[in-house]
């Protein structure tokens, strides 16, 4: 479970489909009608169950019911409840029987398996005593739910009075937290002390003297003109309140427990293995990320032959714009000269918007299925953007009413060079993370479960997969746009290296970052963010290119399967409109879909 909510949390979605569309895998053969119905009424009663646990995973897709809750998925009687849970489905699942299943319901089958022995499996991993860091922090996104510009509506009265519910159980959230930061400190499960060092500046921004430069008081500034003057004088004074006498108080509480008490015990080393029962923490965080088998030794050998493959196009990009130099110097060149950067996130944001209408007018050349959902272009706001990656996505809400966000890291201008535009667009937005998660989650054939949770291989693999496609789709015929191309998959190459290499070879932070500057033009800052990143999120970072190499090898495998027969547009569409998949199950649905093909 605590890997779909975190799919859910995170928001790392993409794109969307009509909503009569269905999904393109046949339907249950009529002899197995009863064992589907008993498949498909079970795993609505688990997400139902699911939600009422999780409430703010029912925010995220729509179902305001627990608006006003807050799940402290940090207490034992929560990890209690969860683990119950988990092992009630997967013995009702079990009592099924799925011989006869086919199609869509067979798929419902082996995924809701798989995710529930994955989450059984992943409790004798204590996850929950390393609550913060500074990538994925609910305390962090909460001050993002709170402004008014995610996911948490505020449009009427009740939505205002429903975040003030939801504040005071943040608060005991934040309690929690630092009850399992002690425990942790007790059993040697603590965080590095570079990951830390980032995490209070975060909670400190949100310590403010005037609760009216707090961005938990931008609600209250756009409060609806509908209001009447009652309600806004009352939740004025109770927004006030929440922020100056709960949340305030709680996150400096947090702030000041790390600095004094947790800081002192936190570790120098920066490997997953260095904790108890590290080495195999870190091979399950490998396998879950990856939805494969693969071994951290066997993803390493695969990153060092992709980075050496990568560089020889690099040269190839380098010798094409007549640069004489070696490969170093070309890096050089490209991180410094003056041409390759935007001199105002005004013009950062311009840029983006100039790719999407290019890539938007190309894409009916691959694709049949398109996202009913539109998306936005923001800056990343600022009180996040130090500690933020260059780029994110925010799925829209499954009903249109609030559209995905393609979020622009501009806090420095160098890490967002011109030549990376066309790439990053495609990534994060179309055909990428946007197109992927809000057809999915359009696709109300599907069970909720499957509209609604995700696959990091999947979800990384396609958008990393969109990129490699980019030329057929008529971009990158700027050779430095295809540079940019180079550069951000040698970045998800580099990842299977360093990755590894933090968590099972013993390299250290400035080892990975030396490899990263050798091997690519990103900007150092950028270099160093990832690298902390990968510290912090241990094997998530894996998924991006184990999950595009499994994508293109099933292509090929297809387009050889079926020669002259073989159609892009319906290879994507049975891709994108069954909903994300793990590899195993995606690569035998692959083989089936070619069967129908032929």
């Given amino acids: 479970m605590r890997k779909v909510i975190l799919v859910a949390v995170l928001a790392l979605f993409a794109c969307a489909q009509e909503n009569d569309n269905q999904p393109a895998s046949a339907t249950a053969e009529a002899g197995s009608i009863d064992h589907a119905a008993a498949l498909n009424e079970m795993v609505e009663a688990y997400f139902e169950e699911l939600l009422e646990l999780n409430p703010l995973y029912a925010t995220f897709i729509g179902d305001n019911r627990f608006n006003d809750r807050l799940a402290n998925s940090l207490s034992p009687e929560y990890q209690e409840s969860s683990k119950a849970m988990e092992r009630k489905y997967l013995a009702a699942l079990l009592e099924i029987d799925n011989s006869d299943l086919s199609g869509q319901d067979l798929l419902t089958y082996e995924i809701f398996r798989l995710d529930r022995e994955n989450e059984i499996a992943s409790e004798k991993f204590p996850g929950e005593l390393l609550p913060l860091n500074q990538m994925f922090s609910l305390p962090n996104f909460f001050a993002v739910m709170g402004s008014g510009q995610s996911v948490q509506p ?18 005991e959230y934040m309690d929690q937290a630092i009850i399992n930061m002690r425990i942790g400190v007790e059993r040697g499960v603590v965080q590095p002390r570079v990951v830390m060092e980032k995490v209070v500046p975060q909670l400190r921004a949100h310590v403010v003297d005037d609760v009216a430069t707090s961005v938990f008081y931008g609600p209250v500034e756009k409060m609806p003109e509908d209001f009447s003057d009652e309600d806004r004088v009352r939740l004025t004074a109770a927004y006030t309140d929440m922020i100056e006498n709960r949340l305030v108080p709680a996150y400096l509480r ?9 800081m002192p015990e936190t570790r120098e080393t920066v490997g997953w293995d260095a904790l108890p029962d590290g080495k195999a923490w870190y091979a399950f965080q490998a396998e879950s990320s990856t939805s494969t088998k693969m071994s951290p030794e066997e993803i390493h050998e695969i990153g060092l032959a992709e980075v050496a493959r990568i560089r020889g196009e690099m040269e190839d990009v380098a010798r094409q714009v007549g640069f004489d130099g070696t490969l170093a110097e070309f890096f050089e060149f490209l991180k410094t000269d003056p041409q390759f950067f935007f001199e105002s996130s005004e013009e950062v ?7 999407r209408v290019k890539i938007n007018e190309r894409l009916p050349s691959m694709f049949s299925v398109f996202p009913k959902a539109d998306y936005e272009i923001r800056q990343i706001e600022e009180f996040r953007a130090q500690s933020s990656a260059g780029a994110m996505y925010q799925a829209p809400s499954p009903d249109g009413s609030r559209p995905g966000i393609f979020y622009v890291n501009t806090f420095n201008l160098k890490a967002q060079p011109t030549y990376g535009v066309e790439t990053l667009s495609i990534h994060e937005a179309s055909p990428g993370h946007h197109f992927q998660i809000s057809i999915q989650q359009e696709v109300t054939g599907l069970p909720r479960f499957r509209r609604f949770g995700g696959y990091t291989a999947f979800a990384e693999g396609w958008a990393l997969y969109a990129e490699s496609i980019g030329k057929d789709l008529g971009v990158f015929s700027d050779p430095y746009q295809y540079y940019g191309r180079l550069n951000d998959e040698q970045l998800r190459a580099m990842r299977l290296v360093v990755d590894t290499g933090l968590h099972s070879k013993g390299w250290s932070r400035e080892q990975v970052i030396q490899y990263m500057l050798d091997n690519s033009s990103l ?8 690298a902390e990143r990968y510290i912090a999120i241990p094997g998530q970072a894996l998924a991006y290119k184990v999950g595009q190499i499994n994508l293109t090898r099933m292509r090929a495998e297809a387009e050889e399967a ?3 027969k073989f159609d892009t547009k319906a290879w994507h569409a049975q891709i994108l409109t069954d909903g994300a998949l793990p590899m195993a199950v995606l690569d035998a649905k692959n083989r089936r879909w070619i069967a129908t093909q032929k």
């Fill in 154 to 171: 505020f449009v009427t009265v009740t939505d205002y009075e429903n975040f003030l519910g939801r504040a005071d159980d943040l608060v």
């Fill in 254 to 262: 947090v702030a000041e427990f790390i600095e004094q008490e947790y």
């Fill in 349 to 355: 944001l311009a840029a983006y918007e100039a790719a």
């Fill in 523 to 530: 900007a150092e800052t950028d270099i160093v963010a990832e």
């Fill in 562 to 564: 079926l020669g002259e």
